[in-house]
């Protein structure tokens, strides 16, 4: 038997090279194992443990040379340490492989890749740079050597669209899951879609919780992965449906009423009683300063000039130049926009070969981003909400009051409401799957593949946004 201090020293170093091969197996698991997209991300947020673990991580060669070699080097220097105070070498043997068994291999495992795992391999950070270090002689060559025949591992994992979408359905799924399920009131009754409406407004306006992606944003993440397959003519309003205004209009008491009527922000302006030959955008704004009395001619307002694009352009592209001010944040759609920009530019009347199909503004790309529609006080919707249905519900209440009309009232007041609502609806998207159909039947064009950034070359600077058409060209008209 060795003496007491060498017995000490022995026992010592067999405990130090098991604590090396658990931190070694460890760290092979906890740190190689971590997905690189995790770790940047985290990185992004400021986690300082991500922050100091990055820049080793990301040497994944060098990193995975020295942890092998570290643990391969207590591995087999361990059996030798116990058989210095071991009686017999199949003892020391035996003692060696459970110790490193369950001590270098199970319990490291099963911490490094717990929930825990980021903070002990930012913990241990220090050891691997300084075993780096030492190791140099050897990680740096046999790295190399790796990253010449096997290449480097990509750092920069990235997904595709369709996995981002399919990421984000999950936890949107996630957070309908946690939410409480409520049951709603028979939809025979009246009272049931002032409270269906409630509940409408109520979720809107519903937080989810902060550690979960909530529906609606999950929603508005995956339309927006898909904007750039959607095209103009796919949301876009048909010419004969554009509500539109006369170029030889006179600005009397009447028109005005008719303008206000319309319940639009922007009106697109023709001239010569064809609606195809668009000549520019009036901002309804403009006419505040318009005394009705007066009769003033309409030639006599500025216009704005709308964009001209073609029919398969993109609707993230449209969005940019939305978004830059570009158009008065409404566009035309024709076969032929250079044509048509270029009687613009010339006040001339628009050539009888460019084919003017439909208008797209700012309000339809939205919609489009949030997948569903937006009204205002001038939707067919809440026309119906808020003047029509009170009006029948009273028209049906002076009408008997035993207590089976009553119900019988109130089951044709929820017909009514629920035929009225659906016919919008439908309507709505069969015109959407229309235009959509229609313009996967077109072929692609040139132009709407040059982006924004080309278009925003031809057409100036940011700071000439929705530029006012030439003062030439209104003194011809």
Known sequence: MAPASS???????????????????????????MSNLELEMKCEAGDARAIKIWPIKRDHHRLLVTLVVANAFASEALPLAIDRFTPSPLLSL?????????????????????????????????????LMIILAPINIPLAMLLDRTMGKEGMHTRFQRNQLRNLVALHARATAAQRPSSSAPSPSSSSSLWAGRARAYKSI??????????TDEAHIIQQTLKLHRETAQSVMTEL??????????????????????????????????????????????????????????????????????APD????????????????????????P????????HGTDVPDHV???????????????????????????EHILINVLPSLREALNNHGSDSSSHR????????VVRCALHWYHVTRSRRRRRLKAKSLSLKPTNSAREGADERDDDQGAADERTPLLKPEVRRVW
């Open 205 to 214: 306006v519903e937080k989810p919780p902060p550690q979960l992606l909530g």
């Open 408 to 415: 019988g009232k109130e089951r044709v007041y929820a017909t």
């Open 7 to 33: 017995l000490a020293l022995d026992v010592g170093l067999a405990l130090l090279l098991v604590l090396m091969a658990g931190a070694m197996a460890g760290l092979t698991i906890g740190l190689l194992g």
């Open 313 to 336: 352009y993109d609707l993230f592209s449209l969005l940019n130049l939305f978004q830059v001010g570009r158009g008065g944040h409404f566009a035309v759609i024709t076969d032929q």
């Open 338 to 345: 250079e044509d048509l920009e270029h009687a613009w530019n």
């Open 240 to 309: 004969a449906e554009v509500r539109m205004i006369n170029f030889e209009s006179l600005l009397d008491t009447e028109t005005m009423a008719r303008i206000i009527a319309m319940g639009h922000s922007r009106l697109p302006v023709y001239r010569g009683g064809d609606r195809r030959n668009v000549v520019g955008l009036l901002l309804v704004k403009n006419l505040i300063v318009v005394d009705p009395s007066e009769e003033r001619p309409l030639s006599t307002i500025p216009l704005r000039a709308p964009l001209a694009i």
């Open 94 to 130: 035996l003692a060696s492989v459970l110790l490193i068994l369950f001590f270098g291999e199970i319990l490291p495992s099963a911490l490094f890749s717990g929930s825990r795992q980021l903070a002990l391999a930012a913990f241990f950070i220090p050891l691997v740079r300084i």
């Open 355 to 381: 084919n003017v199909l439909g208008c797209v503004t700012l309000e339809d790309v939205i919609e489009e981003l949030l997948g569903e529609a937006v009204f205002d006080e001038t939707d067919f919707r």
